[in-house]
């Protein structure tokens, strides 16, 4: 079935997303797997070593699959704690990636997009703001949106990450608070020409690219001096 190709699982799922993971993997043409699909998958059930391998048959396949960890979800799935992963954190997404063969998501500030094979981005959009509840639903949301679109994994996720940040807006400690139904909306934010976003629409006005950039000292400290001498952040043409 159609309900089946193209799926954002785990958000909110609770125990029951392991009722259905088997069969998401084994359907799902492009699939983005969040919260409780990643604890799922670092847990020690019986059926994990096999949805890992899903992801294996996935990758061979050439099924998309992004994963959306935060640093406690990411310290999981590589058997490791959260001052590792936030230490390192260039080399834990790049690890995530080449273990579990998926495009990951390494939230946090100064978000990381890794891939087997590729450079991995930097984002340098959004602020503390999003640091809320329900945000990286939005966020997963966000990447399904752009895989349904049509965009290869890696761009997908680059695309939505940035997309979400900038749609935080400014950090303004005095105004109202970002809840992830004002996110979805557009966040609080201006468009190109200083127009607000419109409601009930998620940010989609700018054309990104890739730029490569030499990482300054503040991002090269806080990925734990891991950056390669050059890697690319996804910033925007406008």
């Known amino acids: 079935s159609d309900v089946y190709k193209r799926q954002v699982c785990g958000c909110g799922g609770g125990r ?20 409780d699909a990643l604890n799922a998958l670092a847990g020690d059930s019986r059926t994990a070593p096999a949805w890992r391998r899903q992801l ?63 450079t991995p981005h930097i984002n340098p959009t959004g602020n503390a703001r999003l640091a809320t509840a329900g945000t990286g639903d939005v966020l997963a949301g966000l990447i399904g949106a752009e895989l349904a679109g049509g965009h290869p994994d890696f761009e997908a996720a680059c695309r939505a990450v940035y997309h979400h940040g900038h749609a935080a807006g400014p950090l303004d400690d005095d105004g109202p608070a970002l809840t992830a139904s004002v996110l979805a909306r557009g966040g609080r934010t201006t468009g190109v020409s200083g127009a607000p976003a419109a409601s009930g629409t998620i940010w989609v006005r700018r054309t990104l690219a890739y730029r490569p950039s030499r990482p300054s000292p503040a991002l090269a400290t806080r990925h734990g001096a891991v950056l390669p001498s050059t890697c690319l952040l996804y910033t925007s043409d406008a």
């Open 16 to 35: 029951a997303v392991q009722t259905v993971l088997t069969r998401v993997l084994a359907d799902s043409a492009r699939l983005v797997l969040d919260a």
């Open 56 to 118: 294996a048959q996935r990758h061979a396949a050439g099924r998309s699959t992004v994963l959306t960890p935060h640093p406690l979800e990411a310290a999981r799935l590589l058997g490791t704690d959260t001052a590792h992963v936030q230490g390192h954190r260039m080399s834990s997404a790049q690890k995530l990636a080449e273990t579990y063969r998926c495009t990951v998501v390494l939230k946090g500030s100064g978000t990381v997009i890794a891939a087997a094979g590729r």
